[in-house]
């Protein structure tokens, strides 16, 4: 029983780093846009987020145009 609660503790643990890591990198990215068009945090998260938001259309377009191929057949 202590052995589980301590691997629970321990996922907790792996969770909490990868969302630490994850914020970091997220921070960079909005520091360095924001130091390269010279726009305040705010508008660089925006421009971040429709970064993220076109990269995801893309791939969900992507996936549509070639998966629907394959059912289609």
Known sequence: ???????????????????????VIYDICITTISDVFGVPRLVALFIFLGLLAAVSFGAYVFKQK????????
Do not use: P, T
Not at 2 to 18: D, P
Not at 66 to 73: D, I, P, V
């Open 66 to 73: 070639y998966s629907s191929g394959l059912e289609s057949e």
């Open 1 to 23: 029983m202590r052995n589980m609660l301590f691997a629970a503790g321990g996922r907790g643990l792996g969770q909490l780093v990868s969302w630490l890591i994850r914020v």
